[in-house]
């Protein structure tokens, strides 16, 4: 429906992307399952619940049938009226507790500068959420700014409620 899980993908596990030598991903070669959740005809690509649970299960079930780990990559936010109290962030929280070779990598959305902005999935206690930062260099190389030091992007999602995002890159 959009270029964007591809694009993530390549940031991922691309290997010699538009044969550059050298021009790899995070895991050049790692294995990619494409588990389409959302509908980009609709706002937001738009999804459901049942949707996203079939996609998490099925990895999860893919990770016990060929006894290997199974990183989830979810670059995608639902705002939530609290955070870390939506049924779902319960849900994968349990997924993650009883499922030791299952990561759930997500972002921390994009409903920034706001506190208490992170959202379903980022908003869940075991899962891995990733705020953008921009740094001195990007800042620099990217948007011709200079900046003192690294800072978290105005888009960025952050905790209030929560200490969230788990990392920034």
Do not use: W
Not at 10 to 26: P, R, V
Not at 115 to 133: C, D, K, Q, R, T
């Amino acid at each position: 429906g959009s270029s964007h899980g591809t694009h993530v993908a390549g940031i991922a596990a691309g290997y010699q992307l538009n044969g550059q030598k050298g021009l790899n991903g995070i895991a050049p070669g790692a294995k990619i399952i494409s588990l389409k959740i959302g509908d980009c005809t609709l706002a937001g690509g738009a999804t459901t619940t049942g949707s996203m649970l079939e996609a998490y299960e099925y990895g999860i079930e893919f990770a016990k049938k060929y006894d290997g780990p199974v990183v989830f990559n979810m670059s995608f936010g639902i705002g939530s009226e609290i955070e870390g109290q939506a049924s779902m962030e319960f849900t994968l929280d349990e997924m993650l507790l009883e499922n030791e070779k299952v990561l759930f990598c997500v972002s921390a959305g994009n409903e920034g500068p706001g506190i208490s902005s992170v959202g379903l999935p980022a908003a869940a206690n075991y899962v891995l959420s990733v705020g953008a930062l921009n740094s001195k260099e990007s800042a620099r190389d990217v948007y011709g700014a200079n900046i003192d030091q690294d800072k978290v992007f105005v888009f960025s999602s952050r905790g209030g409620e929560l200490n969230k995002p788990d990392i920034l890159t």
